[in-house]
């Protein structure tokens, strides 16, 4: 029985990455045409910023472009990359079938709520902050890779922070947390936001509280959530002792 299970698994496993892997071929050539709007969009932030993008190898340009092509077209494709993933779990977990919507949903909601965090609020200040180190003497010149691999990395990361609810949830609905951990352990994760916030952020104020601020909700939104799930089994066995 085990063995046919992990035979489905594999069997599984490797059609979902065929879809996935087409999926986002395909749309990583058709970014590609797009190539010069999509990296003057990842500029965008830097504003009116003294900055120089440059190559500084023969390859360099065509290489970058490929990855971004690539990059825009994972996060075009994110639903669908997201959808096999949570199907994936599912076949392993029939119970995550009932929630793999909604979660599929809210992991992608979250995503992109994080990337346009950093992109419209939290990248600005940082480019500011890191090109005011410039001086007469010293030029802020960037190779186009260095960029959009900072700019790329430093995006994603917001992305994948933003799904802290998510893992709250799940790891509530298999009992490692509980409320009142989280609960009790709420200044230590204050704590930790304000020193991320510290270090991700300009040494302003107002700066860290911007990314301080929104970690913090998500802490609260989890929470809630790990709230949710563990109140189902109290209304279930509730349900059952009336029953009998």
């Keep these: 029985m085990h063995r046919e299970k992990m035979t489905l698994l594999w069997r599984e496993l490797r059609k979902r990455l065929a879809i996935t892997a087409a999926a986002v071929l395909i749309t990583a050539a058709a970014c590609f045409t797009f190539v ?15 900055m120089k993008i440059i190559y500084i190898t023969p390859a360099e340009a065509l290489l970058a472009n490929l990855r971004l092509s690539f990059t825009a077209a994972a996060l075009i494709m994110l639903p669908l990359i997201l959808y096999q993933s949570v199907a994936l779990l599912a076949v392993a977990n029939r119970r995550l079938k009932k929630s793999a919507f909604l979660l599929v949903l809210s992991m992608y909601l979250l995503f992109i709520s994080g990337l346009s965090f950093n992109y419209f609020v939290v990248f600005p200040f940082v480019l500011n902050f890191l090109v005011g180190y410039s001086a007469p003497d010293l030029e802020a010149e ?21 799904q802290l609810p998510v893992v709250f949830w799940f790891l509530g609905r298999i009992g490692l947390v509980t409320t009142s951990f989280l609960r009790r352990n709420r200044k230590y994760a204050l704590l930790f ?20 601020v929104p970690l913090l909700l998500l802490y609260e939104l989890g929470i809630f959530l790990v709230y949710l799930v563990q109140r189902k089994p109290v209304r279930r066995d509730a349900a059952q002792t009336s029953a009998d």
């Excluded at 999509?38 to 003294?50: D, F, H, K, N, V």
């Excluded at 900072?150 to 933003?162: E, N």
């Design 36 to 50: 010069e709007k999509i990296r003057l969009l990842l500029m965008r932030p830097a504003g009116g910023l003294e």
């Design 193 to 212: 936001f304000v020193t991320i916030a510290a270090l991700l952020t300009p040494p302003d104020v107002f700066s860290q509280i911007l990314m301080a």
């Design 142 to 162: 960037f190779s186009v890779a260095s960029y959009i691999s900072f700019a790329v990395t430093f995006m994603f990361s917001f992305g994948l922070v933003f």
